[in-house]
C-alpha cells in the first residue's frame, strides 16, 4: 500500500465471478500518519472508502477485460467499525451486486486481525478509458498486482 500515490491494493488474493478479495498492508511510516493523529497514528476513513473502492474497481476492470473504466460516483452506507495503524494487514472483499446503464454497484468491506473495519455500498460509472495512458497504466497494476488473466 503507497497512501500518497493512492495505490491501495498489494496482491489480488481471489477472483471469482461477481466477487473479488484482495490484501493490502498499511505502511509502517507514511506522511499521512503525522498528521492522523500525532502519537496514534491511524489510516483515515476516507482512505479506507478508497481501498475498498478499489478492490470494487479491480473486480470491475476485469470483469470489463480492462476495456472500460470504473470511476467512483457514489458510497452508499459506508460505516467504520474499528481503526488500522501502521503495519496493519487489511483483507479486502467486494462483490457487484448491480451491474446496468454505465453504472455498477458493490458491496465492500474491509476486515484486518478478524475483525470488520469498514464497510460500504459502492456505485461506479463505467466508461472507456479517457486516455490511453491511463489504460496502459491500469493494465501495468493489474499485472503487479497479480490480476488473473493479466498476467
Known sequence: MRLEYFQMVDRVVTLEGESIT???????????????????PIVPGVLLVETMAQAGGWLLLSIEGLARMPFLSKVNEAKFRGFVGPGAP??????????????????????????????????????????????????????????????
Open 90 to 151: 487489511l483483507l479486502v472483499h467486494a462483490r457487484r451486486t448491480h451491474d446496468g446503464s454505465g453504472y455498477a454497484v458493490a458491496e465492500a468491506r474491509i476486515e484486518s486481525a478478524g475483525k470488520r473495519i469498514a464497510d460500504a455500498e459502492i456505485t461506479y460509472r463505467i466508461l472507456p478509458f479517457p486516455a490511453e495512458a491511463l489504460r496502459e497504466a491500469m493494465v501495468a497494476t493489474a499485472r503487479r498486482i497479480g490480476l488473473p488473466g493479466h498476467s
Open 22 to 40: 484482495v490484501e493490502s498492508r498499511v505502511p509502517e511510516a507514511s506522511p499521512v500518519f503525522e498528521g492522523h493523529f500525532p502519537g496514534h
